[in-house]
DNA sequence: GTCATGGGATTAATCGATTAAGTAAATTCG
DNA sequence: CGAATTTACTTAATCGATTAATCCCATGAC
């Protein structure tokens, strides 16, 4: 057995010293001199006491050494998307070298509140589906760092979505072309569907907003009129949702001339569907994507694309946490000059 | 705040009442009139008690509702591969249904003491990296499910990987055939080289040595004779070792004419390289994967490879783990006939 | 020789809950 | 009606540590 219940208590008597010696024997050398302490972790090596207990620790002092990364959906689908995955592999990367714990909380639940009290902060990537927990986030006592959104006095990590949609769309679209856009988490609509009703310019701060405030003012200054008809509603980064959306876009009479897509994922599967309809990539049609995930640099043809390193704000991320920093960061990002467009 | 640091017994004086109704009213409901705790849960809504500190429950009830992974290598690398992230995706599903929550935890750290004293148990995914780990999961009082590898007396989640790799094997290899084998950690080297010396059939349990008995197996009734020298030992399923592999498995002289990868990542590595010297696969070359993840499905030619699934192994990892499981469990495979063998 | 200093260890309060055991009042039952 | 049982709480021990405050005693200074 190895957990032979052996408590701090225990071995103080054992030894016949205090309990306060036994723990600063664990955790404050300069309270005892070296010679007792050797003494007991030696004797606690020898009667199987492997330190104090973390649970009793982590109520006493006050914290545990996890921090919680919020994933805006559920983890289930965010672990096996490849922005999202690589994001967590650079968190988990920091935290690993500085000996904390990720915990991988769901950012659909309703609160943080069964983690609250234990938690030593939270790194929420991406907008919470539910409201709730955004507000909880702005309220607790415990660090946050936020990623691809901002949270009120709350450091946030994101690169300048409205000029990297308006660069990646200036570069792609030509004078008098028909443009559509391929846009995700726009409105609350669970489906895929067109946008005609919505403001175009919502009051949104999501980065999917800022994004499409860049792709008009791109727009605009093309002479391109924009009409909430050519562009869609994406639910979810996902495959099935993008299909469908790739579907209804190039089936549309006339067909758009160059199609500004919000992920690479979108972007790619539109651009597989475009080719198995005997589409012309770049010369029929022009299409960008965001992101720069690394299947796009190996479809051909390779994708015109806006690159962001996932890996990059993951440690940034978790690094701006331990450090409790509370300014927020702007990170660079690369235009990708690729084959479709 | 959000934390105004109200403690249970705080509310107890407020509302005049003792501690232990309080929490009853939290936690046991048959304890007090249902008026009373209307009354209180009311009262604690108004003041701002959101319920008992969890760190407090945690010590004192002895369960924390947190599941730790267990991952064979260090998590950086175990999330951005599809295999693994598909197997996190199936844990993490059938965990939040049941409201535990999800504690990444490295296998090639030192000890699992540092979170041991507060999870509720362990899934243990392949063998950790660290032997200490592996022993000290075998020796905690706390439930420990294991998938793909055996640990002493804990339920473990397997496919009959000899007999996989046996069927896709005689499916592949052809009469006087010369047969090569790329093997993921066969042996302890940290880099891609072939193996020479280390006995072929060694006392190894892990899945790779199983893999290698049907393998192995498969050739000799097919009266191909089994080398050292055409066996590769490919330290982690990833792209730069497999593609070291690739490059000297096709570049020996003689060729081999059927190639046998213990995973679809080092498969459609090869697969890749061999296009690219205008190698003909199926005609010049078989190849052969093993996993069975979504891309070995989409390439052209599609692989020939063992599917399992990584999912339903994830979900029901969690799911004996949260039964308090005791049985080991079998799974079912597919021989997918693809188009490289 | 007295007093201040400080190293080394102990005492006891505390972290924030849960729960077995106890008690007083209300209810049931023959 | 009185004993037995239930209901509705309360008391107090406990989970396993940390740490401020205190105490004891050996040195060093004057």
Redesign the interface.
């Known amino acids: ?3 032979n219940k052996l408590t701090l208590k225990d071995v103080a008597h054992m030894l016949d010293v205090s309990t306060a010696t036994i723990s600063n024997a664990f955790n404050r050398p300069d309270q005892l001199s070296a010679a007792k302490r050797e003494e007991i972790l030696l004797a606690c090596q020898r009667i199987g006491y ?2 104090p ?4 620790q ?2 006493r002092k ?1 914290h ?3 921090v919680a990364l919020v994933l805006a959906d ?4 965010m ?2 998307d ?1 922005v999202a ?2 994001f ?2 650079g968190v ?2 920091v935290l ?1 070298a500085n ?1 904390k ?6 950012g659909n639940v309703d609160s943080i ?6 938690v030593d902060g939270f790194i929420c990537y991406g907008a919470p589906e539910n409201p709730r927990l955004a507000h ?1 986030l702005t ?3 415990k660090p946050v760092v936020t990623v691809d959104f901002n949270l009120d006095h709350r450091p946030a990590i994101n690169i300048d979505n409205e000029q990297a949609a308006y660069q990646i769309a200036k570069g792609a679209i030509r004078e008098n072309d028909r443009v559509a856009i391929l846009g995700l988490k726009l409105i609350a609509s669970a489906n895929t569907c067109r946008i005609y009703d919505s403001p175009l310019l919502a009051a949104e701060s999501s980065i999917s907003h800022r994004r499409l405030d860049g792709y008009v003012r791109a727009m605009r200054e093309c002479n391109v009129s924009v009409d909430n008809a050519w562009i869609w509603h994406i639910p979810e980064s996902e495959g099935s949702f993008a299909r469908q959306a790739a579907r209804e876009v190039l089936n549309s009479h006339p067909r758009p001339d160059t199609i500004l897509c919000m992920s690479d994922i979108i972007a790619l599967e539109l651009l597989q569907y475009a080719i198995s309809q005997n589409i012309d990539v770049p010369g029929q049609l022009r299409i960008t994507g965001f992101d720069g995930i690394d299947e796009a640099a190996r479809t051909r043809p390779y994708l015109t694309t806006v690159c962001q390193s996932s890996l990059t704000k993951g440690e940034l991320a978790a690094q701006l946490l331990l450090d409790g920093a509370t300014e927020s960061t702007l990170l660079p990002f690369d235009i990708v000059a690729g084959e479709t467009s």
């Open positions: 057995m190895n957990k492997h330190g207990n973390k649970a009793a982590i109520l006050g545990s050494g996890i559920n983890i289930e689908y672990v096996s490849p995955s690589t967590i592999k988990s990367k690993h000996q714990h990720l915990l991988l909380y769901s509140r069964d983690v609250v009290d234990f909880e309220k607790t006592i």
